[in-house]
Structures are given as C-alpha cells and as structure tokens.
C-alpha cells in the first residue's frame, strides 16, 4: 500500500519553510535583517531554540548571513548572477544597453500583461500607491526620487505577475540598473520634458493595469521602453557629436 505514517512537523522545519517562502516570493528582499531574535520567535510562536535550530539551517543553504553584532541578514542570492567580469564587459558597451533595453522590453511586457490578468485586488493597490508617490516626487526639482521610484514602480508589476523566477531574475537586472551599468538614469530624469513624457507613459502603465487591460498594459509597457531606447540613442549620438565638436574647437585654437 502507498501508504506511510504520519509524522509531526518539528518547529523548526517550519520556520525554515515559512522564510524560504518569504525569500522566494520576494517579500524578504537581499540585504533586508530579520527582526532581533526574540521579537521573531514572538511572531512565530516558536521557542527560542527552534528558532535558531531555524536560522542555522537557512545560514547553512546559503539564504541568511550573521553579522557579528548586527543580526541576520537575508543573503545577496543575487550577487552571483552575472561574473564581474561580465558586468564590466556589459559596461564598456552600447550594445549591451540596447539587448538589456530589448530584454525588458519582452519581460516586462509579458509580466504586465500577467499582472493585468493574474494580480490580486492588492497588488494593483500597491502598483497604484507606487505611481501615487512618482506624481508626488515629479514636482521637485531633484529628480532623484522620480528615479528611484520608477525602478521600484517597474518591480511592483513584476512582483504583481507572480511568477518567481521572473521576479528574482529582474531583481538581478535592476541591481545592475541601480548601479549604473547599463546607462545612467539620473541623466533621463534631468530634462524636464523628457520626466513629463516619462510619467505620461508611466501613468498609461497604471491606468492599462487598473481596468485588468492585458494587451493594454503590455503595449503601454513597450511603448514606454521604445520611448527610452530613443533618448538613449539621442544620448550616444549627442555625446559623441560633443567630442568630435571639442576635437575642432581645439584645433582651431592651436592654429596661428
């Protein structure tokens, strides 16, 4: 008979399952520390022991790290997904960027389109109360937190497609946005009529999405790619034409 006996869960078995699903779903982020341990093994109603029994299984598969006097830490699991080398490699070219550009361009509009269909009543509130704070941040001058926004904007709609390979795999591609590899977004964000495009086309995202649009959000969530690949173009070609202007400005200097 396939059948076998019943066994009782230990706690602490449990515990691990519940933050590997928390780690998973992209709820506990990398770099994110759990609360102290008394206050987690509250929440958890688990002893003490059980919990640390916990941590020390998850430290052992590599999803939590101890900081000697700061607690623990949901690992950098994405730190490995692309070899330095290969970063560096990625930076040194603008073929690079436009892959990267055409890349999220299929992702994120497949994951917006996932999202418009699959997303929970409080996914879209989420999605929504990000954009909320973009409108908010578009009338400073600074345009640091528009920009930091709009990446986090982009990842609520990953996060609203349930799907958790995208979600992890697009959290490593951002990673390498935030940190300037690809191209620096700051710059995009300076121009003031380029930010109003900007949310104009942010605010078609939202709105595709709200009304559950699938093909909707995806055509607004490509058009809004195909409208960075662009200034992206203008960018190059404007950096380049200022090199070869300086090369004759100091020509002409030198000449008697």
Avoid: W
Avoid at 46 to 54: E, F, N, Q
Wanted: hydrophobic share 45%; glycine share 4%; proline share 3%.
């Amino acid at each position: 008979m396939p059948f076998r006996p019943v066994q009782s869960e230990k706690l602490s078995s449990a515990v691990v399952r519940q933050i590997e699903e928390l780690i998973l779903r992209g709820i506990l982020r990398p770099g994110e520390r759990l609360p102290a341990e008394r206050e987690l093994a509250e929440r958890l109603h688990v002893s003490r022991p059980s919990l640390r029994d916990a941590i020390g299984t998850l430290q052992d598969q590599g999803l939590l790290t101890a900081r000697a006097g700061a607690g623990v830490y949901v690992a950098d699991v994405l730190g490995s997904a692309f070899a330095p080398a290969l970063v560096q490699l990625f930076a040194r070219h603008d073929e690079a960027v436009f892959d990267y550009l055409s890349f999220r361009r299929d992702m994120e509009g497949l994951a917006a389109e996932r999202a418009a269909r699959l997303a929970s009543d409080t996914d879209l509130r989420v999605v929504q109360a990000v954009f909320d704070k973009m409108e908010a941040a578009h009338a400073k001058r600074n345009p640091e937190d528009e920009a930091r926004l709009d990446a986090q904007f982009h990842m609520a709609i990953i996060e609203a497609s349930h799907n958790v390979v995208m979600l992890h795999m697009m959290r490593s591609m951002y990673e390498l946005l935030r940190e300037g590899v690809f191209y620096n977004r700051q710059i995009m964000f300076k121009q003031r009529a380029t930010r109003g495009m900007l949310l104009d086309q942010h605010r078609a995202i939202n709105q595709a999405l709200q009304v559950r649009d699938p093909e909707g959000a995806r055509a607004a969530v490509e058009a809004h790619l195909d409208y960075v690949e662009v200034c992206l173009q203008d960018q190059i070609r404007a950096s380049r034409n200022e090199e070869v202007a300086k090369q004759r400005l100091d020509h002409e200097v030198q000449k008697h």
